[in-house]
C-alpha cells in the first residue's frame, strides 16, 4: 500500500498548477499532422530575428570546454552587466533565466506566515514561487487590465516581505511611469522587498517606461529583476540577472544552485550585450510588428490592450478558447490567457512581417467561420 504523496506534498504545493508554457511546434504537429515548416508560433513572446550572430560564434568558441564546469560565479557576465548597469559587482545576481530570480526570492525571504502582493493578471511564476514555499498570495484586483500601485500599497501588512511589479506587464502589457514608481516606492515600508520585474524593457524606446536602475541608490529595499531571453534572443539558453543592494545579492547568491547559469549561455549573454545593433533591431522589427498587428485588428472590428512588451493582447469579445484550437487547426499558435482571468483574450507575440501575416489571415478565417 502506497502513501498518498498528494496529499504529503506542503500545503502550498497541492494547491498549484504547473505552468503551462506556449505550445510547441513540434507537438503541434504530431497532434494534427502538420508539416512543422509550415506552423507559426507566436506564443512564448520570443524574439523572431533569431540569436545575434556575435552570440552564436560566441557559443560555438566555448563547445571545447563541455568537460568544464561553468564559472559557477559568472565573472565576465557580472563585470559587464556591472559596468553596463552602473552598480557595484557585489549587487548582481546572476538566474537561470529571471524566472531564477524571483524564485530565489521567495526562497530566501517568504516562508509560512508570511506574504507576497502583486497584481491581478500578473505573470504566472508570482504565485507558483510564493505558495511552493508556503507563503500567502495576495492578489490585488488590476485597474484597466494593469497594476493599481495605490491599492497594492495598501494590501501591504505587517506579514508582507515581497511585492512583485512588473513594468511592462506579462500578459497585458500595460505599463507605469517614473511618478508612480517614485511615489510607490517612497511609500513601501523598508521591511519590505520590492521586486521590479523588467523582463521586457529592452523594448522600451526613451522615455516611454521609466528605468528601474536609477531607482536602486535611492531605495535598498529594491531589486531590479531582467533577463536575457526577450531583446537578446537567448531563450533557450536561461539566463537572467537580478540588481540589488550588496546584501540583497548576498542573500540570494545563498540559495543559488552553485551553476545555475552553463558556460554557453554565460558566453551568448557577454557577446550578446555587446551586438548594439542586433537589440536595435529588435526594437525596430518589434515597432514594426506591434503597428501591423494593430493595424490587422482594426480591420476585424477588434479591441487591445496597449502594450510595451513584444506581445499584444487581443480582445475576441467572446470565449477565446474555440478561436485559439481554430488557429490552431491553420497551424498557427498564440496564446490563451484564461488562466490569466482573461478568457476573452489571446495573448500575440510579435513576430516577422509574414508571420504576423499569416496570423491575422488565420484570424480571418476563424473568425469567419464562426
Same mark, same amino acid.
Given at each position: 500500500?502506497?502513501?498518498? =504523496?498528494?496529499? %504529503?506534498?506542503?500545503?502550498?504545493?497541492?494547491?498549484?498548477?504547473?505552468?503551462?508554457?506556449?505550445?510547441?511546434?513540434?507537438?503541434?504537429?504530431?497532434?494534427?499532422?502538420?508539416?512543422?515548416?509550415?506552423?507559426?508560433?507566436?506564443?512564448?513572446?520570443?524574439?523572431?530575428?533569431?540569436?545575434?550572430?556575435?552570440?552564436?560564434?560566441?557559443?560555438?568558441?566555448?563547445?571545447?570546454?563541455? $568537460?568544464? *564546469?561553468?564559472?559557477?560565479?559568472?565573472?565576465?557576465?557580472?563585470?559587464?552587466?556591472?559596468?553596463?548597469c552602473?552598480?557595484?559587482?557585489?549587487?548582481?545576481?546572476?538566474?537561470?533565466?529571471?524566472?531564477?530570480?524571483?524564485?530565489?526570492?521567495?526562497?530566501?525571504?517568504?516562508?509560512?506566515?508570511? +506574504?507576497?502582493? =502583486?497584481?491581478?493578471?500578473? =505573470?504566472?511564476?508570482?504565485?507558483?514561487?510564493?505558495?511552493?514555499?508556503?507563503?500567502?498570495?495576495?492578489?490585488v484586483?488590476?485597474?484597466?487590465?494593469?497594476?493599481?500601485?495605490?491599492?497594492?500599497?495598501?494590501?501591504?501588512?505587517?506579514?508582507?516581505? &515581497?511585492?512583485?511589479?512588473?513594468?511592462?506587464?506579462?500578459?497585458?502589457? $500595460?505599463?507605469?511611469?517614473?511618478?508612480?514608481?517614485?511615489?510607490? %516606492?517612497?511609500? &513601501?515600508?523598508?521591511?519590505?522587498?520590492?521586486?521590479?520585474?523588467?523582463? *521586457?524593457?529592452?523594448?522600451?524606446?526613451?522615455?516611454? %517606461?521609466?528605468?528601474?536602475?536609477?531607482?536602486l541608490?535611492?531605495?535598498?529595499?529594491?531589486?531590479?529583476?531582467?533577463? =536575457?531571453?526577450?531583446?537578446?534572443?537567448?531563450?533557450?539558453?536561461r539566463?537572467?540577472?537580478?540588481?540589488?543592494?550588496?546584501?540583497?545579492a548576498?542573500?540570494l +547568491?545563498?540559495?543559488?544552485?552553485p551553476?545555475?547559469?552553463?558556460?554557453?549561455?554565460?558566453?551568448?549573454?557577454?557577446?550578446?550585450l555587446?551586438?548594439?545593433?542586433?537589440?536595435?533591431?529588435?526594437?525596430?522589427?518589434?515597432e514594426?510588428?506591434?503597428?501591423?498587428?494593430?493595424?490587422?485588428?482594426?480591420?476585424?472590428?477588434? +479591441?487591445?490592450?496597449?502594450?510595451?512588451? +513584444?506581445?499584444?493582447?487581443?480582445?475576441?469579445?467572446?470565449?477565446?478558447?474555440?478561436?485559439?484550437?481554430?488557429?490552431?487547426?491553420?497551424?498557427?499558435? &498564440?496564446?490563451? &490567457?484564461?488562466?490569466?482571468?482573461?478568457?476573452?483574450?489571446?495573448?500575440?507575440?510579435?513576430? %516577422?512581417?509574414?508571420?504576423?501575416?499569416?496570423?491575422?489571415?488565420?484570424?480571418?478565417?476563424?473568425?469567419?467561420?464562426g
Open positions: 500500500m502506497s502513501g498518498n =504523496f498528494l496529499a %504529503l506534498a506542503q500545503p502550498g504545493v497541492q494547491q498549484l498548477s504547473p505552468y503551462v508554457p506556449g505550445k510547441p511546434v513540434d507537438e503541434l504537429a504530431r497532434e494534427l499532422d502538420l508539416d512543422p515548416a509550415k506552423i507559426v508560433k507566436l506564443a512564448s513572446n520570443e524574439n523572431p530575428l533569431g540569436a545575434s550572430p556575435k552570440a552564436l560564434a560566441a557559443i560555438r568558441e566555448e563547445l571545447a570546454e563541455l $568537460t568544464r *564546469y561553468p564559472d559557477g560565479n559568472g565573472f565576465a557576465l557580472k563585470s559587464l552587466l556591472a559596468e553596463q552602473r552598480v557595484e559587482l557585489n549587487q548582481v545576481t546572476l538566474g537561470n533565466g529571471s524566472n531564477d530570480i524571483l524564485e530565489l526570492v521567495a526562497r530566501a525571504y517568504l516562508a509560512p506566515g508570511l +506574504n507576497a502582493v =502583486f497584481s491581478e493578471h500578473a =505573470f504566472a511564476v508570482y504565485p507558483i514561487a510564493t505558495q511552493a514555499v508556503g507563503a500567502q498570495a495576495k492578489v484586483p488590476a485597474k484597466d487590465w494593469g497594476h493599481d500601485l495605490p491599492a497594492m500599497l495598501a494590501a501591504i501588512d505587517a506579514n508582507t516581505r &515581497v511585492v512583485f511589479i512588473a513594468n511592462p506587464n506579462n500578459p497585458t502589457g $500595460t505599463w507605469f511611469g517614473a511618478e508612480a514608481l517614485d511615489e510607490f %516606492l517612497q511609500d &513601501v515600508p523598508e521591511h519590505v522587498l520590492v521586486v521590479l520585474d523588467e523582463a *521586457y524593457i529592452e523594448y522600451a524606446e526613451g522615455s516611454d %517606461l521609466p528605468d528601474g536602475l536609477d531607482f541608490a535611492a531605495y535598498p529595499n529594491l531589486l531590479v529583476s531582467r533577463t =536575457f531571453s526577450k531583446a537578446y534572443g537567448l531563450a533557450a539558453l539566463v537572467g540577472y537580478g540588481l540589488s543592494t550588496p546584501v540583497v548576498d542573500v +547568491n545563498r540559495v543559488r544552485q551553476f545555475n547559469v552553463n558556460s554557453l549561455a554565460l558566453a551568448a549573454a557577454c557577446a550578446a555587446k551586438d548594439e545593433e542586433y537589440l536595435a533591431q529588435s526594437r525596430q522589427l518589434n514594426s510588428g506591434m503597428q501591423q498587428l494593430q493595424a490587422g485588428f482594426r480591420e476585424l472590428g477588434l +479591441n487591445w490592450i496597449e502594450s510595451k512588451g +513584444n506581445f499584444i493582447c487581443v480582445d475576441l469579445a467572446q470565449v477565446a478558447a474555440p478561436v485559439f484550437q481554430g488557429l490552431l487547426r491553420e497551424g498557427v499558435i &498564440v496564446r490563451p &490567457v484564461a488562466n490569466y482571468g482573461m478568457p476573452n483574450h489571446l495573448r500575440v507575440t510579435i513576430g %516577422l512581417p509574414a508571420e504576423n501575416s499569416r496570423f491575422l489571415e488565420a484570424l480571418r478565417k476563424v473568425l469567419a467561420r
